[in-house]
């Protein structure tokens, strides 16, 4: 009775897993001729808005990804040099593999970069005249990522040792203490 018992749980397990839903985004990444592979892009895969898996392409431009549902999915590939692309509604039904090809354009557009040139000081005249102390190291360790003990002591910026400061005069580095 033991025996048997353990072969119908055994058979039901059988069934349970041969039975499972499988669902797999397949799909390679190139640029117009399709002998050209785009290695290391990354692909996202969306549902809705919501960013749900994520990987890049091999050697390649070869990908795969396995959501764990079935439905309509979108895929965006993008890559450094190449124009970011979207592939809509990919339905993946059950136990089957949605073979996606995304061809990706080389160039990327560039936002125009302005420059402006810094015109107020970061410490104004008045705020040095005011301040308890006039030495430039208590004066700069009031500033953000700017650690110091007492005002004799060296100082620590963003967790660096003390002697890995340096020091600029008008553009020329001092030597020894500042």
Do not use: W
Request: charged share 20%; proline share 4%.
């Amino acid at each position: 009775m033991k025996a048997l018992v353990q072969m119908i749980i055994y058979i039901m397990i059988v069934c349970t897993v041969s039975t499972a839903q499988t669902y797999e985004i397949r799909g390679r990444v190139h640029t117009s001729n399709p002998d050209e592979g785009i290695p290391f892009a990354s692909i996202v895969v969306y549902r809705d808005t919501a960013n749900l898996f994520g990987t890049t392409t091999d050697i390649d431009g070869n990908f795969s990804i396995k959501p764990d549902q079935g439905g309509l999915y979108n895929v965006k590939a993008t890559c450094v040099g190449f124009q970011p692309i979207m592939m809509k509604n990919i339905l993946i039904a059950v136990d089957s593999v949605a073979v996606v090809d995304i061809v990706m354009t080389i160039g990327t557009q560039l936002n125009q970069i302005v420059i402006r040139e810094y015109k107020v000081p970061l410490i104004e005249k008045e705020q040095i005249i005011q301040a308890p102390t006039r030495d430039v190291n208590s004066i700069s360790s009031q500033a953000a990522g700017v650690y110091q003990v007492n005002e004799s002591e060296p100082m620590n910026i963003r967790g660096s040792r003390s002697d890995a400061n340096a020091y600029y005069v008008d553009g020329i580095k001092v030597r020894g203490s500042a």
